[in-house]
């Protein structure tokens, strides 16, 4: 669950089957007097345009419905649940939902449209707000495919590990003093410090060292890990494969960090 901001008025935004809905029932407060999302999907208005997207986006949409509701548009007794829409139309593009975050989404084309509803202002600074937080989540999208590359391969590190130097018999604990040596192996090889030491001198951080690590020293320590998997697997002692390791990562780094130089220069 992500927030935007407009005008003080916090808005929720929630992902859908990987696309981006927004509550426009927060969206609602941002407007001067009584007015309810059915106020706005009565418009006749509000239905055509709904009614396109959902012929764009929705191969299960039931246009013999739709028809049906479109056509009582504008009349004064007309009036239709989100729910109730859902339901006859087989709708994707608003949802209703209950529990902590509840209230009406709407997937961010037809929000968009909603902030018009209310002021072309407010569409114009909910777009920004929006584009701001679709910015920070592309920031971290390198980070995070950097994280994650290096779990994945911390698995095959581990079952090296497992493979080769853990003898049978031995207790949890005594596998768990295994792993964290060898994974201080890689600390060692990269950061120059254990685990136990950057926590001693980190004690106000929350996480290991590998949280704190640069998208270049994650990509470095994926690499480390293939590599010391591969060690292992050729009974290389684990001294000579620190030392490896470690000239390695200094290799690495400084090849990283030359093509990010030049990135930087040709900007």
């Known amino acids: 669950m992500a927030k935007i901001s407009v005008n003080s008025t916090e808005i929720n ?12 029932t927060d969206m609602l407060r941002a407007k001067d007097g009584d007015f309810f999302v059915t106020d706005w999907l009565r418009n006749r208005n509000t239905l055509e345009y709904i009614g396109i997207w959902e012929k764009i986006y929705n191969p299960t949409f039931n246009y013999g419905e739709f028809a049906i509701i479109k056509s009582q548009s504008g009349l004064n007794r007309f009036k239709i649940s989100v729910k109730e829409f859902v339901e006859k139309t087989n ?8 529990g902590r975050y509840g209230g009406t989404y709407a997937h961010k084309d037809i929000a968009f449209e909603f902030a018009m509803w209310i002021s072309p202002e407010f569409k114009i600074y909910i777009i920004k707000d929006f584009q701001r937080l ?21 698995h095959i590190h581990t079952d090296a590990v497992k493979c080769n130097l853990i003898p049978p018999m031995l207790s949890d604990i005594q596998i768990s003093f295994v792993y964290a040596n060898e994974a201080d192996v890689l600390n060692m090889a990269l950061f120059g410090k254990t685990a136990k030491q950057w926590r001693d001198e980190n004690p106000e951080l929350k996480g290991n060292i590998r949280d704190y690590a640069t998208i270049n020293e994650l990509i470095c320590l994926s690499n480390l890990e293939n590599m010391n998997a591969l060690f292992i697997n050729e009974k290389m002692p684990q001294s000579e494969r620190l030392i490896k390791l470690n000239r390695i990562a200094i290799q690495q780094i400084t090849i990283l960090q030359e093509n990010e130089n030049r990135k930087l220069l040709n900007e």
């Open 13 to 24: 935004v929630l992902k859908i089957n990987n696309e981006d809905y927004i509550c426009i």
């Open 91 to 98: 709708a994707i593009s608003i949802r209703a939902k209950a």
């Open 134 to 154: 679709k910015d920070e989540e592309q920031k971290q999208l390198g980070w995070s495919v950097k994280r994650e590359l290096a779990r994945l391969n911390y």
